[in-house]
C-alpha cells in the first residue's frame, strides 16, 4: 500500500493558478484510479478528478475546463493543474489511490483563493 504526500498548495488571488503534486512512495503505475478530493470547512469532503491507469480522465462539473489531472508513472506522482482559481475552489485538496482493495490517502494541502 503506497504512501501519498500532496504539496503545492498555498494562498492566491483569484484567477491564478496552481499546481498540485501527489507522490507516492511506490510505483503508480497499475492504480487505478487515482484521485483528487477536496474538502472546505463545514462541507464534506467531494470528488473533483480522476484519473485510470491507461490516462483516462473524468472531473466533477464544477471544476471541468479550469482542472486537468495528469500522472507521470516514471516520477510516481499524480498533478491537479488549476487554472482560473475562485473562492468557492478553497479547500484542503487530498490524493486518493485505490489498490485493488486499499485505499491510500494523503495528508492533504491547503488551498485558500482570495477574491
Known amino acids: 500500500q503506497v504512501q501519498l504526500v500532496e504539496s503545492g498548495g498555498g494562498l492566491v488571488q483569484a484567477g491564478v493558478s496552481l499546481r498540485l503534486s501527489c507522490a507516492a512512495s511506490g510505483s503508480i503505475n497499475n492504480i487505478n484510479p487515482m484521485r483528487w478530493y477536496r474538502q472546505a470547512p463545514g462541507n464534506q469532503r467531494e470528488w473533483v478528478a480522476s484519473i485510470t491507469s491507461g490516462g483516462g480522465t473524468n472531473y466533477a462539473d464544477s471544476v471541468k475546463g479550469r482542472f486537468t489531472i495528469s500522472r507521470d508513472n516514471a516520477k510516481n506522482t499524480v498533478y491537479l493543474q488549476m487554472n482560473s482559481l475562485q473562492p468557492e475552489d478553497t479547500a484542503v485538496y487530498y490524493c486518493?489511490?485505490?489498490?485493488?482493495?486499499?485505499?491510500?490517502w494523503g495528508q492533504g494541502t491547503q488551498v485558500t483563493v482570495s477574491s
Open positions: 486518493y489511490a485505490l489498490q485493488g482493495t486499499k485505499v491510500s
